[in-house]
């Protein structure tokens, strides 16, 4: 076991970075010193094991207790900062939302680097997991992505206050990023004819025909535009089904979002549902499962043309069915947002949003198969959102 003034050779073996060791043990001394807030004594200490002395002829139960304090500590830079007022404002509320932050420590001497101490989840998991790769039912998929959502509509419900002041932009949340991500896509070889000379994508009803990759997002950005500032909420910024956790307690489910994103400030309240349907589509699994899903390219009248992804049949019809209950939910979720703001649930700022979600994260997983699926369900998003605004108008 390693003691808390140990020095750095246990830094090593515990992996927290040597330099940072000093200033960990400096944090939890101080934060067992100041007193632990009630719920995180009720939630993370626990009594490890008791070590008996043995001997004692009065008193056999001398004996060495340990006791255990669960904590979570997240090394990063100094977007960190931005998740102190977040997780604060968020679970001053009745309901936590947020793990609670005890100290956010700054390495001397350095501007950049921090390391944030909040409360170890004990017992939950991200909600990818509940879907994806447990035998829960899907009645049980339901109640612990409702639980999510909600949690999701308390950070939305924040003042503007306790995030950071950016107002985010169509261009910065959606546009900048696909651009980006555009760019990186076309130095694969086989992105490339289909950047220039647009790519057929195969449909529910077949052949769907995509222009240029950059015409469509420029045609999108010139409808959109910077436009009238509608429902913006403050962003938790990144809430896929990795940042939302969930514990089981009986028939029901606990939530607590992780891992915001609150360089985005106060933006389309879109961008965060679009994020949670990114893993919910067909391509959801691709990421989890690259070896699973069979995307050949093909050719169709002399261009490339991508086929829908298909998964690998022994994925099972019970995996299908959590996918569908978490596909329901999220649905209801959207309908229900955006009836709250007067428009449609699939809007083509929601196709706009998904497609972002989606794009952005297909060079990231490392299979040709899975850069395919995510830009298969990117590109025919962005073409419902364009269809969408040929009907309605920007
Ligand atoms: N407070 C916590 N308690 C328990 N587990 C946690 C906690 N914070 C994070 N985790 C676990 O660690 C995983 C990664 O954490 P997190 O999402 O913060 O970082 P990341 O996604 O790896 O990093 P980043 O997205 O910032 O590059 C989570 O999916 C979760 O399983
Ligand atoms: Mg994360």
């Known amino acids: ?236 910024g990144d809430p896929h089904l990795g940042n939302l956790m969930v514990r089981r307690y009986g028939d029901g489910f606990a939530a607590r979002l992780i891992d915001p994103n609150p360089s985005w400030g106060v933006g389309d309240y879109l961008y965060d549902v679009g994020k949670c349907f990114h893993f919910a589509d067909d391509c959801g699994p691709a990421r989890l499962w690259p070896e699973r899903v069979v995307l050949p390219l093909r050719r169709h009248r002399g261009r490339p043309a991508l086929t829908r992804p298909r998964f690998d049949p022994q994925l099972g019809t019970s995996l299908r069915r959590r996918q569908e209950a978490l596909r329901k939910m999220l649905h209801a979720w959207r309908d229900r947002r955006a009836e709250g703001v007067g428009e449609a649930g699939d809007s083509p700022r929601w196709h706009l949003a998904v497609a972002t979600a989606t794009l952005v994260t297909a060079t990231a997983v490392g299979s040709r198969d899975s850069e395919r699926a995510l830009t298969h369900c990117a590109l025919s998003h962005l073409l419902q959102a364009r269809a969408g605004l040929a009907c309605s108008g920007p």
């Open 1 to 236: 076991m390693t003691r808390l003034d140990d020095r750095s050779p246990s830094a090593t073996a515990l992996e927290i970075p040597e330099e940072f060791f000093s200033v960990v043990v400096g944090a939890v001394r101080g934060l067992l010193q100041r007193g632990l807030p009630e719920r995180t004594v009720r939630s993370n200490v626990r009594l490890e094991g008791f070590e008996r002395y043995g001997g004692g002829m009065k008193s056999p139960l001398v004996g060495g207790l340990s006791v255990r304090l669960g904590l979570t500590l997240k090394i990063g830079n100094r977007e960190l900062d931005g998740f102190v007022s977040l997780f604060r404002a968020a679970n001053a509320g009745q309901r936590r939302v947020f793990p609670e932050i005890h100290s956010l420590i700054a390495l001397p001497g350095d501007d950049e680097r921090r390391v944030l101490v909040m409360d170890h989840l004990r017992g939950y998991r991200p909600l990818w997991w509940t879907v994806f790769q447990t035998g829960t039912s899907p009645r049980m998929v339901e109640r612990a992505a409702k639980r999510c959502f909600e949690q999701i509509d308390r950070v939305h419900a924040l003042g503007p206050e306790s995030t950071n002041p950016v107002r985010s932009t169509p261009q910065t949340l959606y546009f900048d990023r696909l651009r980006a991500k555009v760019r990186e896509l076309a130095r694969l070889p086989w992105f490339e004819e289909a950047r220039e000379r647009g790519l057929f994508l195969e449909g529910r009803r077949g052949w769907l025909e995509a222009p240029p990759v950059d015409e469509l997002i420029a045609d999108l950005e010139e409808a959109i535009g910077p436009g009238p500032r509608q429902a913006e909420v403050v962003l938790h």
